[in-house]
């Protein structure tokens, strides 16, 4: 793209389409006046439409919008058998009338640059054009060839060649005169100075700015729209619609955080200026997250959806969601510069979330990124889920990334809280470890699963709804999250006094039934609000003397791979069963397998826990007991709702009282 310096305004349709092609196709280092005045020895000025100072010379270019076929010879033409003025014969002359003034102003050792006149017939922008020239090197061009000449040697009439020095370059402006004063006249609009072009594209620019009133200086952003460029006056008319609009909403959305201040509209008869604060910080498709803290990187996140949430509540969506569209800061600064208000809330939070997700991920907190993954299909749109966590995170300080992964052994600090202070128990996918609170000096449980990611949304679901409730006879989640440079996740629990279920010695008379019915009405509790254990097994119920806890929610399964009661039931039955079906079977069969020696049922199976249950006195047990947990164990049962899970199952609320619930 050329050095583009304006001087007068285009006269017509050719012209305007003229410069805008050699404006973007020259080289950089090519200048390009249009409109320009050529200043004589007698102190008169001749017009011309371009000049061009390039590489090997000085062009004085005549634009003619000609259509049709034009025959072009030394001195005389003609246009579809019409005589039409020689251009170049014009164009030639103030070459001439140039070079003079050129050589009268050279200091002694420099040459004045070759200038050439050159005539460039457009036709209708770029097309229905023929050219016939008499002599071939006839500087007479269409755009196929225009460029071209312009910046080949073969296009120079000189009879030697040579390149352009700065030196000559710098001496053609000086002779034009004012130059920078044009320019600096044309690269201000009232006191917005442009300075850089970010965008361009037909008659639409976005250009970085600066607005320099006296005294002080602010960055800014214009755009753009200069009608005369555009292919049709409908294409104008369209742009300036959308240009209207989108001023419209960002003074609606005034004051919501993440949309930049916008000045009035400035239109000046041949463009309409949108001015925008600059945004700060730097686009999103240069943001180096990686470089973030995973603090900085929950700010962002928690101020981009505070932001949204803010734009949807006015009755607006952002849209505009290509990624040098949304800028952000090392603060954690976040705004939105094209606000198209062109979705649905639902799909503006799945964008949203597709181009956050790279940042969500680098937080490492699995509770965000998942939230991020499903939003990008648009499996969620809760948004204040997701700005709750990130808010409990910051605040709450446990989002801290260790650079290098913890190994799990006694010392460690897990989540900047929990000391492991002795192992417990472990299989080929967990471990169990008593800890404790650092600042609260009070014994708590650590289990560590490996590589649950796929089971995070899952788990964080369960977590997330269990830290918020309470009951006696359900494990006090204290935190849980994810391991650094690990897909391990570890849950910390309040300690549970006893053992587990499978390993009770000497149990007293009443203290199974009492355990039962406390783990039965912490189902009914669990189910009414939707939460599913999922793997009840002996090693998941922790005893002691006259209390039962139900743990390991949702995970677990190799902890309790021997005893898991899945083992125990019909596969294609357990697959099509409900969930709370199975934590009733779980919770039968595990009570059953405990309780009974193992030699008196051989068999591992269903038949055999069936058998077991069947060493028991009908009447000790209780008729209505018996029946209901047989049903269970042959997934005959069925829950009725609305109806104690104890009632159901045939127990005395004399029973239940005397349990403690």
């Known amino acids: 793209m050329a050095r583009h310096i304006s001087f007068g305004t285009p006269v017509n349709d050719a012209e305007r389409w ?30 011309v439409d371009a000049l061009v100072v390039g590489e090997w010379g000085v062009y004085v270019v005549d634009v003619k919008g000609y259509i049709g076929r034009l025959n072009a010879g030394l001195h005389a033409w003609s246009l579809d058998g019409r005589d039409v003025d020689n251009s170049l014969s014009k164009a030639n002359y103030v070459a001439r009338v140039l070079a003079g003034r050129l050589k009268h102003k050279i200091p002694v050792g420099v040459y004045a640059p070759w200038c050439q006149g050159m005539v460039f017939v457009t036709g209708r922008k770029g097309e229905e054009i023929l050219v016939e020239k008499d002599q071939g090197n006839l500087s007479i061009y269409t755009p196929a060839k225009i460029i071209q000449a312009l910046t080949k040697e073969w296009g120079l009439t000189a009879p030697r060649k040579h390149q352009v020095t700065e030196q000559q370059k710098e001496m053609v402006l000086d002779t034009i005169g004012q130059v920078a004063i044009v320019e600096q006249r044309n690269q201000k609009i009232q006191d917005f100075i442009k300075l850089k072009c970010l965008f361009l594209q037909q008659g639409l620019e976005v250009w970085q700015s600066e607005y320099n009133p006296g005294g002080w200086t602010a960055p800014w952003l214009l755009k753009i729209l200069v009608q005369s460029q555009f292919e049709s006056a409908l294409d104008a008319e369209q742009h300036e619609i959308r240009l209207r609009e989108e001023f419209k909403r960002m003074q609606s959305l005034s004051g919501c955080s993440g949309v ?25 498709n240069i943001f180096e997250v990686e470089q973030q803290s995973t603090y ?21 969506t952002i849209g505009g969601w290509a990624s040098n569209c949304v800028f952000l800061s090392d603060q954690g600064d976040v ?22 997700l790279t940042l969500a991920e680098q937080t490492q907190q699995p509770r965000i990124y998942h939230w991020y993954r499903d939003a990008a299909k648009g499996t969620t749109v809760d948004l204040d889920a997701i700005r709750c966590d990130l808010s409990a995170l910051i605040e709450l300080g446990v989002c801290d990334t260790v650079p290098q992964r913890i190994e799990i052994e006694r010392g460690a600090v897990i989540d900047h809280h929990f000391k492991l202070e002795s192992f417990i128990s472990s299989t080929d996918h967990s471990q169990l470890w008593q800890a404790r609170h650092i600042q609260g000096n009070y014994p708590c449980a650590i289990s560590v699963y490996n590589d649950v990611d796929e089971q995070w949304h899952k788990l964080n679901n ?7 409730i309470y009951h006696p006879h359900i494990e006090k989640v204290l935190s849980f999250g994810q391991l650094p440079e690990s897909n391990d996740l570890f849950i910390a629990r309040a300690w549970a006094q006893g053992v587990a279920l499978d390993e009770v010695k000497g149990v007293e008379i009443g203290q199974p039934i009492t355990w039962f019915i ?38 677990g399964s190799d902890i309790a791979q021997i005893h898991y009661a899945a083992k125990y039931a019909d596969p294609t039955l357990w697959d099509v069963e409900g969930e709370a079906e199975k934590d009733l079977y779980g919770l039968v069969a595990s009570f059953i397998d405990s309780l009974v020696p193992k030699k008196l049922h051989q068999d591992d199976g269903a038949a055999g826990i069936v058998e077991a249950l069947e060493q028991f006195d009908r009447e000790w047990f209780g008729e209505a007991l018996y029946d209901a947990c047989l ?14 899970y104890a009632e159901q199952l045939g127990l005395e609320d004399e029973e239940v009282v005397q349990a403690g619930m």
């Open 335 to 356: 705004e939105f510069i094209d606000i198209k208000d062109n979705l649905t809330i639902a799909e503006d939070i799945a964008e949203y979330a597709k181009a956050f």
């Open 518 to 555: 406390q783990i039965l009405t912490a189902l009914q509790y669990l189910h009414n609000i939707d939460i599913f254990h999922g793997a009840i097994c002996p090693k998941n119920i922790i005893c002691n003397h006259d209390t039962a806890t139900l743990v390991n929610f949702g995970i």
């Open 18 to 47: 003229a410069f805008s092609l050699l404006s973007d196709e020259l080289p950089k280092d090519y200048m390009l006046l249009t409109n320009v005045e050529i200043p004589t020895h007698t102190g008169q000025a001749m017009e």
């Open 462 to 468: 369960i977590y997330r709804s269990l830290s918020k």
């Open 296 to 316: 900085q990187l929950l700010e962002i996140l928690r101020r981009s959806i505070s932001g949204m949430q803010q734009i949807h509540r006015r009755g607006y």
């Open 631 to 644: 049903k269970i164990l042959k997934f005959e049962f069925r829950i009725e709702p609305n109806l104690d």
């Open 260 to 284: 930049p201040f916008c000045a009035p509209l400035i239109q000046d008869g041949e463009q309409l200026v949108l001015p925008i604060r600059m945004p700060r910080g730097i686009p999103l």
